[in-house]
C-alpha cells in the first residue's frame, strides 16, 4: 500500500494556487477504480452534500443586518451593474419576496429583483429544491460570528433548522475559519453557547452515530489561515471529545503539503474523520478533473483509506461568467471520476455561490432573465438551452450514480431542457 503511495505521489502534477491553474497535459480518461472499507452509510459517508452559504440580505427585509449583503460592495446601496458583488443572476420566479435593485429591468421586462436569505419562504423554497433534487443535506456555512454579521449568521442557522426539518433534508455547520484571528478559543464558545443545540434537531447531520461538524480552511497556505498545526489539532481533538464527527475543507494538495498547503500539517489532517479537498480554482473542464482523478485523487484515496479517514471531495458546476460549464458535461465528469475514485461522500461547491458562479440553484436560464445590459452569462451561454433548474437535476442523477442507482456512466444521462 505504501509503495503504492510513493508512485502515485511521483507521478502528481506540479502543484497551483488557489485562484490559478497549473495547466494538465491531456489524458486518457483511467478505467480503473480504488477499493476501500469506509465508514458505514450515515448523513454524510454515502451521500451527497451541497455547501450552503445562507448570507443573501436586503434593506426592508427584516433581517437584523438590513442591508445588501451580498449583493453589493456597498451593502448600503442597492445593487447596481456599478455595485454588484455576484457573477450570475438569480432565478426568481419561485420567491414570494423579492427586493429592487438599481439594474435595469430584465429582457422580459420584468423587474430585476433579488431573494433574500432571511425570508423564511425563500429558505424553504430552497430546501424543497435539494428534497426534490435528491440532495441529502447542506451544510451551513458560518464564519467568524463576531461583529456586524453576528446576528443574521445566528437567526440563519435557527431557519436552516426548521427549513431541514420541515423538508426532510440533513444539515450540519460548516465553520469557514478565515479570517479568524481569535479561532482556537472563539470556536469552541462559539460551539458550546450557541450552535451546538442544534444537533437535537431531528435533521442535524450524524455520521457514525456522531454529530458532524466541518471545520474549513486549515492548512491552507495564505495570509487568511494563519494557524498552527498545534492549535488545529487542539480544535480539532477538542470537538472530537465533545462528541463529533470532523470533517476538514482543507488544501487541494494537502496529502503532498505544497503549493495551497502549509507545510508540516500532516499531523492536522491525519486527525481528521473525514477530509474534504477544495477544489474552486483547480479545474474548469472535464480534461482537467481527469488529470486529478490520475494524478491526485485516487491517491488522496489510497491514503485516506490506509489511515482510517473518510474521504469527501467537491464536485463543481464550473463558473458560469468563465463560461467553463460546457451545459454540464465538465460537472457530470467530476460525479463520474469521484465515484469510481472511491470516495465515501460528495460536497457541491456551492448551492447559492452566485458571488462566484458556481452556483447550482436556479439560474438564468436565458438571456431574457437577465438584467438588460448587465453582462450577466445566462446558462445558455454556450448556444445550448438549460432549464433554470437544469444543475439541480444534473446534481441528483450524479446522486443517483454514486450511490448505485443508476449505473457508472461518462456520458450524461440529463438532459438540459426538460
Known sequence: ?????????????SGCSKKGITPIKTVTPPTDTVDRTPSPVGDVVGKVVVGYQGWFAAIGDGSPINLYWHWANTWEQEPSPTNTAIDAWPDVRDYTNTFPTQYANLNNGQPANVFSSFSDQTVDVQFKWMKQYGIDGAALQRFNPSGIEGPIRDAMAAKVKIAAEANGVKFYIMYDVSGWTNMQTEIKTDWTNKMSVYINSSAYAKQNGKPVVCIWGFGFNDDNHNFTSAQCVDVIKWFQSKGC?????????WRDQNSDSRPGFMDTYKAMDMISPWMVGRISNANESDGFFSNTNKADEVFCAANG??????VLPGDLQARQRAHGDFMWRQFYNMTRAGAQGLYI????EYNEGNQIAKTAESQDFVPAGAGFMSLDEDGTACSADYYLRLTGDGAKMFKGLIPLTATRPTKPTL
Open 309 to 314: 479517514i473518510d474521504y469527501q471531495p467537491c
Open 349 to 352: 461547491s456551492m448551492f447559492d
Open 245 to 253: 464527527y470532523v470533517i476538514g475543507g482543507v488544501p487541494t494538495h
Open 1 to 13: 500500500m505504501n509503495a503504492l503511495v510513493v508512485i502515485i505521489a511521483m507521478c502528481m502534477v
